[in-house]
């Protein structure tokens, strides 16, 4: 099965692995299978060299049984080892190079050297706070309380042919992207929806897989507390169903 139809029938969780800021990326790759996680999305905004990259994703791979995808930060954050990747399109940035111009670079590197990764264009949509994936990429975030622009992003992101929406918070956000701007994104998209960042909770996780997103991400939580991973797991598994958009 290709992993855009995996993440696309029902609500999953996948745990985000930012080997920047964990030596123990693979101690955490265990802990987040163990609690049930249903994919492991691999990168990070900051730091990450591509010489590195390829033996984290082999390592990772070599105990997963879950789609291990790429979530690059940059053009050196690819390697063929991965099940696929995210190619991402920053649509709320305010320089062209995160919204077409990286995008141009690793199209090309994807075709020449890794012609059999799956690739899933992805629209990333900033909001709130942002984190460090708003800041380092230029962005202008969608204020929390304005589900109309969301919205607006992503039936763009419909008309414009991307697989996916990623609505993001960043990492470690002070307020995670709230269960009306999901509802509201959700219903106009008839693709992959993808939320993450500032999700520390299962409380937080029922309230946003209520609104039917397919994949929920947490990786601040994974790193600083591991075993809240199979609260949040649960309560995905408990609010949303499974079953295909």
């Known amino acids: 099965m290709r992993v855009l139809d995996y993440i696309s029938q029902g609500t999953k969780h996948f745990t985000l692995i930012d080997p920047d800021k964990s030596a123990d990326y693979l101690k955490i790759a265990k802990a987040a299978l163990e609690a049930g ?83 899933i264009s992805t629209a990333y949509v900033i909001v709130g706070d942002g984190g460090a994936a708003g800041f380092v990429s230029m962005a202008k975030p969608i204020p929390l309380k304005r589900p109309d622009i969301a919205v607006a992003y992503a039936l763009a992101a419909r008309y414009m042919g991307f697989n996916a929406v990623y609505l993001e918070a960043g990492s470690g956000a002070p307020e995670h992207v709230p269960p009306a701007m999901v509802r509201a994104v959700r219903k106009y998209l008839d693709r992959a929806l993808i939320v993450g960042g500032g999700i520390r909770s299962g409380e937080a996780a029922r309230e946003i897989a209520r609104e039917r997103p397919n994949v929920i991400v947490t990786g601040t939580i994974a790193e600083e507390n591991p075993q809240k991973l199979a609260e949040i797991i649960r309560a995905i598994r408990e609010a949303a169903p499974r079953q295909s958009l």
Not at 48 to 54: K, L, T, Y
Request: charged share 15%; net charge negative.
């Open 37 to 119: 996680t249903d994919g492991i999305l691999v990168g990070g905004s900051l730091g990450i060299p591509s010489a590195e990259i390829d033996g984290v994703v082999e390592d990772i791979k070599s105990v997963a049984h879950v789609p291990v995808v790429l979530f690059p930060g940059s053009i050196c954050q690819l390697t063929p080892r991965a099940d696929a990747v995210l190619f991402l399109s920053v649509l709320n940035s305010l320089d062209p190079y995160f919204i077409v111009g990286a995008q141009v670079q690793g199209a090309v590197i994807l075709a020449k050297h890794y012609p059999q990764l799956e690739v």
